[in-house]
């Protein structure tokens, strides 16, 4: 009798086996977060420090900031778009088919970089093919570990606000900024693309090596099997005004912190920052962004008022920031305020998914994944074009910071009035004050509604 029952468990582990879901030994899931995090550092840190490359790039293929700037804007344009193609891929694949050709997609659009004879051959190999593969390692990653960590809500959100990203972006830029100065931007790239392939190679043996199977998902808070969901009435919903609001909100946010990524070094070395100064800006920049995000993770149960009107109050600051950034030349003054300028980021990165399922409900997930998703593409499309033809036409970046600036003005007015509207002129939709539920409630629910999302939105 005993054997049978020894047998019986051998058998079910053996299937639990053949199923990312079924990872269940603690060290065994913490180990795959690890590799998991380690793949953000390394391929969606180098993304973020493109802007350390920004001013090579026009000097060696004596371009305008305009068009250099169509590296970013396409890279960071795939790295959020990236995520239909991503998904579809992994209906059909296992993620560690799908991490290995991220892996490999990535390593060889750097390759291809580094020998390009005009900027052409860069915009399409670095910004269409190394943006998607950054978009492959962070959406394989935040599958992982929502599956993982169902009902671990601290782990799930360590990944879905992209902290190892940050940290990479953090530790990452001193070290890309020697390197470029040592033996120049196509050597750099060289050898990134080597240590992307080795490490990655690494870390993505580490994912499921089977598709996943397709079951349902006991919640552990209600006791109840979640089966196929009725897709939301979207058309409907485009309707609503608020909708446009939060559209309005996210489109300019994302416009003006898009500077940060790709025009930012540049800017630092305008005003008469040193190679290693500017690179130093950018990390004190992660930095800040990194410090919010892990202060939101362990500080969210303690927050008490509703996560929408957190966020005008992080865009009015980085308003502010911005502003700053114009009124001096001063290298320690600029550290500090790129520490400043990276807190509210980082808490606007880590809450602008969860606000959105505060102002839609989180029976309209999709929704609020179309609405980030799509605004937060184009938002990374044309700011960097805008902000580099109106240095092209000044000479300068003050304009592109005071254009900044607007923009988040205006993302903050229009990201108070999304629930002041529902509140006044559609009630029946307001979900805010009735439905008040903390951050960590959230992020529960957050990794029940990713296994049914068709589409990803990556948040940086």
Not at 341 to 356: D, K
Not at 379 to 403: C, E, H, N, Q, R
Not at 430 to 444: G, M, P, Q, R, S
Request: glycine share 6%; with cysteine; aromatic share 14%.
């Amino acid at each position: 009798m005993r054997c049978d029952h020894v047998h019986k468990q051998s058998e079910e582990a053996d299937k639990c086996l053949s199923c990312t879901c079924s990872c269940n030994l603690s060290h065994n899931r913490w180990i795959k977060t690890i590799f998991c995090a380690l793949l953000n550092f390394v391929h969606i840190g180098f993304l973020y420090n493109f802007g350390l490359f920004f001013d090579e790039l026009m000097q060696t293929f004596h371009s305008s900031a305009a068009i250099t700037g169509w590296i970013g804007s396409l890279s960071y344009c795939f790295f959020t778009f990236g995520s239909i193609l991503t998904t579809w891929m992994l209906r059909h694949l296992s993620y560690r088919t799908v991490g290995m050709i991220g892996v490999l997609t990535g390593s060889v659009s750097l390759l291809v970089s580094s020998f390009s004879p005009t900027i052409v051959y860069v915009i399409v190999s670095y910004g269409v093919f190394f943006g998607w593969s950054s978009n492959v390692a962070l959406v394989v990653t935040i599958e992982t570990q929502v599956i993982l960590y169902q009902d671990k809500w601290r782990a799930s959100a360590l990944t879905m606000v992209g902290l190892g990203a940050t940290i990479g972006n953090l530790s990452m830029s001193n070290l890309i900024e020697y390197v470029i100065q040592q033996i120049g931007w196509r050597w750099t790239f060289r050898i990134f693309a080597l240590i992307l392939l080795v490490v990655e190679t690494i870390c993505c043996s580490f994912l499921a090596s089977k598709k996943v199977c397709d079951h349902n998902i006991e919640d552990k808070d209600t006791k109840n099997k979640i089966t196929k969901r009725e897709p939301t009435a979207t058309r409907h919903v485009i309707c609503w005004p608020e909708v446009w609001l939060f559209s309005i909100a996210t489109l300019s946010y994302c416009i003006a912190m898009v500077f940060h990524y790709v025009n930012m070094g540049s800017f630092f070395e305008s005003i008469g920052l040193v190679d290693q100064m500017s690179a130093t800006g950018i990390m004190l920049m992660a930095l800040g962004d990194a410090s919010a995000k892990i202060l939101i993770i362990f500080a969210a149960p303690c927050i008490v008022i509703p996560l929408i009107y957190t966020l005008p109050v992080c865009i009015l600051v980085s308003a502010i920031m911005s502003l700053a950034l114009t009124w001096t030349r001063n290298p320690i003054v600029i550290f500090v305020l790129s520490f400043c300028t990276g807190l509210p980021r980082g808490v606007y990165n880590a809450l602008q998914f969860p606000s959105g399922l505060e102002i839609f409900g989180t029976n309209k997930s999709k929704t609020t994944v179309n609405v980030l998703h799509i605004w937060n593409g184009l938002g990374s499309l044309v700011g960097p074009f805008i902000f580099g033809s109106l240095y092209d036409a000044s000479g300068t970046y003050y304009l592109a910071l005071y254009l900044c600036s607007a923009l988040y003005v205006l993302s903050c007015i229009t990201m108070l009035l999304t629930p002041l509207y529902q509140k006044y002129f559609a009630p029946s939709r307001y979900l805010v004050d009735t439905k008040k539920k903390n951050v960590a409630e959230i992020y529960h629910n957050l990794a029940i509604e990713y296994v049914y999302l068709e589409e990803k939105i990556t948040v940086v």
